[in-house]
Each structure stands twice: as C-alpha cells, then as structure tokens.
C-alpha cells in the first residue's frame, strides 16, 4: 500500500508543480491587473456620475430626462462595480485560492 502512494505521488508530483508555479505566476498577474482595473473603475465611476447629472440637470447639452443617458448611466455605474476590486479581481482570487486547494489535496496525497 505504501509503494501505491508513493508511486501516485511521483506521477502527481508535476501536475502539483505545475499548479504551484500556475497559481503563484497567477497572483502576481492579478495583484498587478486589479490595480490597473482600479483606476479604470474609478475612471467610470465618475463617467457615470456625469450620466446622472446629464440625466437630472440637462448639464451639458441642455436635455434633461433622456432614458438613453440613465441607461447608459445605470450601465456605466454596473460596469464600474465590475471592474473594482469586489468584481473581477476578487473571482480571480476566488478560483485561484480553489486552484490552490485543489494543488494542496495533490500534495495531502
């Protein structure tokens, strides 16, 4: 029985190394990345504030209650959540942390 383990975790050993350079090559990308989509979603965040002004006030073209400018508002405000760090980074996070503890339950092997 000892030499059957052994033996799987000989065959398992790249697949676990392959998964620790994957996943630590990975969050370095990400941590780099989720800054970057940081200031994108600050950038429209602000976009769409401006929706909203333009939507309520008529500011600057002067046509207060067009349902095009909201939608494009709502859109942008939507798209900016996306693009914060409780969006897109943190689901990379989140599959990176279950890549992580599926090359943890190789190596518990």
Known sequence: MKALRIFIKVLLFPLSLLLTIIVAVSMFVVERVAGIL???SGIMFIAALAGYAQYIFGWPVGTAGNAA?????IFGTVFAFVLS???LPMLAVWLL?????????????
């Open 38 to 40: 940081n200031i994108l």
């Open 69 to 73: 400018t909201l939608q494009l508002a």
């Open 85 to 87: 760090p409780y969006g």
């Open 97 to 109: 942390a279950k890549l992580g503890d599926l090359n943890g339950a190789i190596k518990l092997i």
